[in-house]
């Protein structure tokens, strides 16, 4: 998960993009895409404003975006990846097989694939190798949740 400090996930965004603002406005609308899709799922209150918003983002934001427009083919397929992914791992969560449900414990963070690739856009294999382990360090190496806590959730 992103800190809650705006000025640092602005500051992580821009080093992630080598400073491309329009990459790290396109990094910002996925997060918010990506929490607003978790807040739907996960709480009642507020789920039609946050489906609005959701909407927004997604139909009239994201499309405008000109980092997006410039990698939208290779974008596109990827972010279809982390969707099928976010969804699996779901409903893997419940799945009698313990390995299914492993994977399904890593998929619902797919959505750093995207951080990834829009590194490698920006900077190339040892950027993104470089920003996918300062992301990790970032949105997930202060978590101590296990598989078994994720499942209870």
Same mark, same amino acid.
């Given at each position: 998960?992103? &800190?809650?400090?705006?000025? /640092?996930? =602005?500051?992580?965004?821009?080093?992630?993009? =080598?400073?491309?603002?329009?990459?790290?406005?396109? +990094?910002?609308?996925?997060?918010?895409? !990506? =929490?607003?899709?978790?807040?739907?799922?996960?709480?009642?209150?507020?789920?039609?404003?946050?489906?609005?918003?959701?909407? #927004?983002?997604?139909?009239?934001? +994201? &499309?405008?975006? &000109?980092?997006?427009?410039?990698?939208?083919?290779?974008? !596109? &397929?990827?972010?279809?990846?982390?969707?099928?992914?976010?969804?699996? /791992?779901?409903?893997?969560?419940? /799945?009698?097989?313990?390995?299914?449900?492993?994977?399904?414990? #890593?998929?619902?963070?797919? #959505?750093? /694939?995207?951080?990834?690739? #829009?590194?490698?856009?920006?900077?190339?294999?040892?950027?993104?190798?470089?920003?996918?382990?300062?992301?990790?360090?970032?949105?997930?190496?202060?978590?101590?949740?296990?598989?078994?806590?994720?499942?209870?959730?």
């Amino acid at each position: 998960m992103l &800190p809650k400090d705006p000025e /640092s996930v =602005r500051a992580a965004f821009l080093r992630w993009t =080598r400073g491309d603002e329009a990459a790290a406005d396109f +990094l910002a609308e996925i997060a918010a895409i !990506a =929490r607003l899709a978790d807040d739907i799922v996960d709480e009642d209150e507020n789920r039609q404003r946050n489906v609005c918003w959701l909407l #927004v983002r997604t139909m009239t934001r +994201l &499309p405008v975006n &000109p980092f997006f427009i410039r990698h939208a083919q290779a974008l !596109a &397929p990827l972010i279809n990846g982390v969707i099928v992914q976010w969804q699996l /791992s779901d409903e893997w969560r419940s /799945s009698r097989d313990a390995l299914k449900r492993q994977f399904g414990f #890593v998929m619902r963070e797919a #959505v750093g /694939s995207i951080v990834t690739a #829009v590194a490698a856009i920006c900077g190339g294999y040892d950027h993104a190798k470089t920003t996918t382990e300062d992301f990790f360090e970032l949105c997930h190496a202060g978590s101590r949740e296990t598989v078994e806590d994720w499942i209870k959730d």
